[in-house]
């Protein structure tokens, strides 16, 4: 699996956010999109998963224009919680993966499966309005999985959990990581970034002011921790 975004443009009326931007995606690799607020990372995660239609550019699965199929091969976790709060956990896990093309049975086998990897498998039958913030985040990060994605997009997704929840979703992705799955984390956290991700993409000005591999960006920063290198491209060049 290889996903490629294509010199990707932007814009929100006059306001240019996506400025000619390239960023590949490999199976069984992690990258990291960092950026201050308003950077653009949303935009550029809307439009990979078709979302949104950039001004100019395109997304390319496996060499091929992105469309509505490739939908069903990507999992998306977005920052916003998108879970019906009155609706039963485990009915609505059943509907998201039918809506991914899952059969009822397995669908319903998927979520038995993922409540209970994520520690969660009392809840099944609660509703999301019931639960905390913590365990609300690891039910959608199971609708997010449930069909076996080749693509997981996860923004922001430490929000809500605590360190030991935060570890377990760490090992979800060096699973998903072994698998041979893409994954893309859009996080403000750098230590998890740093810990959890083979590649970093660092969106700045409507560009990428870096994109490559950790180990090229320690090279470059020799005495820098990654904050101090990630705060240092955001406000002068490398």
């Not at 010199?7 to 990291?32: A, I, K, M």
């Not at 994954?183 to 959890?196: G, T």
């Not at 180990?215 to 490398?238: G, H, I, S, W």
């Amino acid at each position: 699996m290889n996903i490629e975004i294509q010199q990707v443009s932007h814009s929100f009326g006059s306001h240019r956010v996506l400025d000619n931007v390239s960023l590949q995606l490999e199976g069984g690799s992690v990258t990291g999109l960092l950026g201050l607020n308003g950077a653009g990372k949303t935009t550029l995660i809307r439009i990979l998963n078709g979302m949104l239609t950039p001004d100019s550019g395109m997304v390319l699965w496996s060499g091929q224009p992105f469309c509505d199929a490739d939908r069903r091969r990507l999992g998306y976790l977005p920052e916003e919680r998108g879970l019906y709060p009155r609706m039963r956990v485990d009915e609505q896990l059943c509907f998201w993966g039918r809506l991914k093309g899952l059969s009822a049975s397995e669908a319903a086998q998927r979520a038995t499966a993922w409540l209970q990897r994520l520690g969660i498998p009392e809840v099944a039958r609660r509703m999301p309005l019931q639960l905390s913030k913590g365990t609300q985040q690891k039910v959608q990060l199971a609708a997010a999985l449930l069909h076996d994605p080749q693509l997981v997009v996860l923004d922001e997704p430490f929000s809500g959990l605590d360190p030991l929840n935060a570890l377990l979703l760490q090992q979800v992705v060096a699973e998903l990581r072994s698998r041979g799955a893409a994954i893309l984390v859009s996080s403000h956290n750098i230590a998890f970034v740093e810990s959890m991700c083979d590649r970093l993409a660092v969106l700045h000005d409507a560009h990428f002011c870096f994109n490559g591999t950790l180990d090229a960006l320690r090279q470059q920063c020799p005495e820098k921790t990654l904050n101090e290198a990630f705060l240092q491209m955001v406000t002068c060049d490398l």
